[in-house]
C-alpha cells in the first residue's frame, strides 16, 4: 500500500509517499480502507519538529483523520463489522491508503454524510464541540469570539455557537474573503484581525464588555489581545497556537474574574471517553440535521500530500483539506 512519511523535519515537500506492507490489526483494532483523510495543522507542526499535542519523531508519518470502511476485524472486536463505513482519529500513520485504528476510537459514517465531511467528525468537530460546550460551558445568550474563523475548526466553532444557543458570535478572521465566508456560516459579526484597531471593533460589539466566551488558536500577540476582550465572568479557551508563539497571561489582566484555559482534544480522548461518545452523538445529529455543515475548501490525491500542508500553512483555506488515496 502506500503510505506518506518523513525522514527529516522541513519543509512540506519532505513528505514522500513510500510503499509498505498493508497492517493487520490486532486485539481490539480494525483495519480500515481510507476514502478520505482529514488534514490538521498540528500535523504541520510535528513535520517541522514542532511537538504539538504528541512528540515529534523521526521517521515521521501524520497522523490525521481518517474515514473510510472497515476491512478487517482484531481479536475481540464486536462493535463493528466489516464493510461498516466509520471515521478515526488516527495519531500516526494516517496518511494511507489502509490505516489501523482502534475500534473504541471508531464512529459510525451514515450513507447521508460524504466521506470527505465526515473527516471533520474525530478531531476537528469534537475539538469545536467540546471547546464550547464541555471547556466554554456556553449558556445560551452568551456572546462569543472566535479568531481563525475561516480555518476546518473554526467554520465549525462558528456554526456549532450559532447551533447551541450563543447570542451574538464574532468571527476573526485575516481576509476579505473570509470575513464573507464566515458571515455566510451565520456570524453575526465578521473582523479582520489585520486591521490595528481590531480588538477595538470587538469591544464596540460587545458594548464594551468583551466578549463572554473566547475561542483562541492563533497566538502571538492575537491571543495577547484576546485576554483583554474577555468579559467580567467570562471565559477563554486556548486550544492552539496556528502561529507559533505562546506568550505568557499575567494574572493582573484576569483579576477581574476572567478565566483563561488550555484544552486539548487527545485530553478528554483519554480521560473523559463517554464525552467523546456523547459529543459524537450531538454531532451526527447536528450534521445529519444540516444545522452544523462541514465545508471542504479542497481534495488532493494523497501523492500531493505536501502541497496540502503547504496550502494549510498559507493560512488561504476556506474550511476543510481533504487527502484523497
Not at 106 to 115: G, M, T
Not at 137 to 166: C, D, F, N, P, W
Not at 202 to 217: H, Q
Amino acid at each position: 500500500m502506500r503510505i506518506v512519511r518523513h525522514h527529516a523535519f522541513g519543509a512540506p515537500d519532505v513528505l514522500r509517499v513510500e510503499e509498505a506492507p498493508r497492517p493487520e490489526p490486532g486485539a481490539g483494532q480494525v483495519l480500515i480502507r481510507t476514502e478520505a483523510v482529514g488534514v490538521n495543522f498540528a500535523e504541520c507542526q510535528r513535520r517541522q519538529g514542532i511537538p504539538v499535542g504528541g512528540p515529534a519523531t523521526l521517521p515521521g508519518s501524520p497522523g490525521g483523520d481518517v474515514a473510510g470502511v472497515v476491512e478487517a476485524l482484531g481479536e475481540g472486536v464486536s462493535e463493528v463489522s466489516v464493510g461498516d463505513r466509520v471515521v478515526t482519529g488516527a495519531p500516526f500513520d494516517a496518511y494511507a491508503e489502509y490505516v489501523v485504528a482502534r475500534a473504541d476510537w471508531l464512529f459510525p459514517v451514515p450513507e447521508s454524510i460524504d466521506a470527505a465531511q465526515a473527516t471533520s467528525m474525530p478531531i476537528p468537530a469534537q475539538t469545536a464541540y467540546h471547546v464550547i460546550a464541555t471547556a466554554a460551558r456556553l449558556a445560551r445568550g452568551e456572546s462569543m469570539l472566535i479568531t481563525a474563523a475561516a480555518g476546518g475548526i473554526g467554520h465549525l466553532l462558528v456554526q456549532l455557537g450559532k447551533a447551541l444557543g450563543a447570542g451574538r458570535v464574532i468571527a476573526a478572521a485575516g481576509s476579505a474573503a473570509k470575513l464573507d465566508f464566515v458571515r455566510g456560516l451565520g456570524a453575526d459579526v465578521a473582523i479582520n484581525y489585520t486591521d490595528e484597531d481590531w480588538d477595538e471593533q470587538v469591544r464596540a460589539a460587545t458594548d464594551g464588555r468583551g466578549a463572554d466566551v473566547v475561542l483562541e488558536t492563533v497566538g502571538g500577540d492575537i491571543l495577547r489581545r484576546s485576554v483583554g476582550l474577555i468579559a467580567p465572568f467570562g471565559r477563554m479557551v486556548v486550544y492552539g497556537t496556528a502561529g507559533g508563539e505562546l506568550p505568557a497571561v499575567e494574572i493582573a489582566d484576569i483579576f477581574d474574574n476572567r478565566t483563561v484555559m488550555g484544552f486539548s482534544m487527545w485530553g478528554v480522548m483519554a480521560h473523559r471517553p463517554q464525552e467523546m461518545a456523547d459529543g459524537a452523538k450531538a454531532l451526527l445529529d447536528l450534521v445529519g440535521s444540516g444545522r452544523v455543515s462541514p465545508v471542504i475548501h479542497a481534495r488532493i490525491p494523497l501523492d500531493r500530500a505536501g502541497a496540502a500542508h503547504a496550502l494549510m500553512e498559507a493560512r488561504s483555506q476556506l474550511g476543510r483539506v481533504v487527502l484523497v488515496p
